[in-house]
């Protein structure tokens, strides 16, 4: 999307009450995300805002660098979550340690993963002062993650489930449509419902 359009979409999305918002380096999306926030006239503090290192951001001084570019892409003097986007092999610990520093800084209000496996998270513990706030990963019923969910559970981990609609592939899923018309519901509702239960926290993207 260009900057106008995702302007448009996210400004539509905060008039119509959504309330966080998920953009990243890599989506080359954060200077129109701000402008609308900017724009919308809603409070910044009602606003849960979330954003993202590119992996060839990683290390520690380059992801210091990094934050303050999406900072000042976002014209915002600070963000609710920032998260690894995924974890680059022999760096991620160095860049966790910049997140640590942002975080005691209070330049973050709480940083996070995503795409961590286990393993990564169990490597990540090793030394982490500051366990990871959240996991962000591809979950939905086709994708039902449970060992990574119990292990986030153990260790505190609020996991979180990107493309949780799986990009609309499923949405016509018989299954799914059957419990859709028990509930009343549509199939979007019915899966966002069972993150909801699952304790998951759940960010579906519409442009319209
Ligand atoms: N951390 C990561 O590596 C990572 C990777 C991928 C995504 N993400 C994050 O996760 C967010 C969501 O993921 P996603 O965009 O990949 O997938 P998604 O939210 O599962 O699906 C988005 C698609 O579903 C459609 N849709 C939305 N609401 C619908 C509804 N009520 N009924 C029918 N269709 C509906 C949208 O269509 P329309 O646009 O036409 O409305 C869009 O095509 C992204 O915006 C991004 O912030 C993170």
């Known amino acids: 999307m260009g900057t106008g359009e995702v302007y448009e979409t996210v400004k539509t999305a905060l008039d119509a009450g959504y309330r966080h918002i998920d953009t990243a380096s890599f989506y080359d999306n954060e200077t129109g995300v701000g402008k609308a926030i900017q724009d ?9 805002l979330t954003t993202k290192v590119w992996n060839d951001e990683q290390g520690y001084e380059k992801t210091l660098q990094a934050f303050e570019r999406s900072l000042e892409r976002l014209g915002v003097d600070y963000v609710d979550l920032y998260l690894i ?6 760096l991620f610990k160095e860049t966790w340690k910049a997140f640590e520093k942002l975080y005691q800084e209070g330049k973050v209000k709480a940083i996070g993963v995503s795409n961590f496996t286990i393993s990564h998270l169990s490597e990540l513990l090793v030394d982490a002062e500051i366990v ?3 996991n962000q ?27 949780p609609l799986a ?29 909801v239960q699952h304790g998951i926290v759940t960010i579906p993207k519409s442009t319209k």
Not at 85 to 90: A, D, I, K, Q, S
Not at 145 to 150: C, D, G, R, S, T
Request: aromatic residues 12%; hydrophobic residues 35%.
């Open 85 to 90: 986007h995924w974890p680059v092999p022999n």
């Open 40 to 48: 919308s006239g809603v409070p910044r503090e009602d606003i849960f």
């Open 137 to 163: 990963v591809e979950f939905h019923p086709k994708l039902f993650q449970k060992e990574l969910m119990e292990y986030c559970n153990e260790n505190n981990i609020q996991l979180e489930a990107w493309s």
């Open 132 to 134: 990871p706030m959240v």
């Open 167 to 195: 990009r609309g592939s499923y949405l016509k899923d018989p299954e799914l449509e059957e419990i859709a018309g028990k509930y009343g519901k549509s199939t979007a509702q019915i899966i966002l419902r069972w993150d």
